[in-house]
């Protein structure tokens, strides 16, 4: 990550929250009171490419946004701590998206 400037948002950050499958990702595991299944996301996002779907649950698995839980055979996602932190800008973009239309 890069080194945040005073006062300026972090550029990683901001390229991590532009996402749109990272937000859409995040959504959809807040949704669920259990996590989700790789296979189940990928339906829930109906669009994400298993490839994509991969390449975002790895970079949120790093940052702390998701955790990945292994049992057996199976793997969920769920939120980790640092996935509670961009729920409020979720729904700031939703709040400012409903106020536009």
Not at 32 to 37: F, I, N, T, W
Not at 57 to 71: F, S
Request: some cysteine.
């Amino acid at each position: 990550m890069s080194e945040p400037t005073p006062g300026r948002c972090n550029p990683d950050a901001m390229k991590l929250v532009a996402d749109y499958w990272v937000l859409r990702i995040v959504e959809e595991v807040n949704a669920s009171d259990s996590g989700l299944r790789f296979s189940a996301l990928q339906r829930a996002l109906g669009g994400a490419s298993p490839a994509t779907l991969s390449n975002r649950l790895q970079l949120l698995e790093d940052r702390g946004i998701l955790t990945r839980y292994e049992a057996g055979a199976s793997v969920t996602y769920t939120l980790g701590e640092h996935g509670r932190k961009v729920l409020p800008v979720i729904r700031a973009i939703s709040s400012f998206a409903d106020a536009g239309s």
